[in-house]
C-alpha cells in the first residue's frame, strides 16, 4: 500500500502547478477521503484541501480557496490537487493522504511522500 505524491516544482508568482497523487496497492475511488497537506519551514504541517468518500464533497482551507481544486480521477488511481494564482507563502512540501471511508478533515491512514512546491521569481 502505497501513495506517491508529483508535480511539486519551482513556479513565478501567479502560476500553476498540478500535484498528482497515486495509489498504489489499493484502490482510491469513493471509499477513500484524500486530503493534501503542506508544511513550509518552520512552520507546522496544515490541511489545505480535501475530498470526502461520503458525498465527495470538498473543502479548502481559507487561505487557498479559489486558488486550488482537487478532483478524483478513478481511471488512473489518483487525485489531482490543481493549484493556480500561486503566491510565494504557498512555498512548501505538499504530501497526499487517505483516510478509508473518511470525511473533511482527514485524519490519514495512509501518507504519501512529500512533493516540494517553490513559488519565486
Known amino acids: 500500500v502505497q501513495l506517491q505524491a508529483s508535480g511539486g516544482g519551482l513556479v513565478q508568482p501567479g502560476g500553476s502547478l498540478r500535484l498528482s497523487c497515486a495509489a498504489s496497492?489499493?484502490?482510491?475511488?469513493?471509499?477513500?477521503?484524500i486530503g493534501w497537506f503542506r508544511q513550509a519551514p518552520g512552520k507546522e504541517r496544515e490541511g489545505v484541501s480535501c475530498?470526502?468518500?461520503?458525498?465527495?464533497?470538498?473543502y479548502h482551507a481559507d487561505s487557498v480557496e479559489g486558488r486550488l481544486t482537487i478532483s478524483r480521477d478513478n481511471a488512473k488511481n489518483t487525485v489531482h490537487l490543481q493549484m493556480n494564482s500561486l503566491k510565494p507563502e504557498d512555498t512548501a512540501v505538499y504530501y497526499c493522504?487517505?483516510?478509508?471511508?473518511?470525511?473533511?478533515?482527514?485524519?490519514?491512514?495512509?501518507w504519501g511522500q512529500g512533493t516540494q512546491v517553490t513559488v519565486s521569481s
Open positions: 475530498i470526502s468518500s461520503v458525498d465527495d464533497s470538498t
Open positions: 493522504a487517505a483516510e478509508a471511508y473518511g470525511n473533511c478533515p482527514v485524519d490519514p491512514d495512509y
Open positions: 496497492g489499493f484502490t482510491l475511488d469513493y471509499y477513500y477521503a
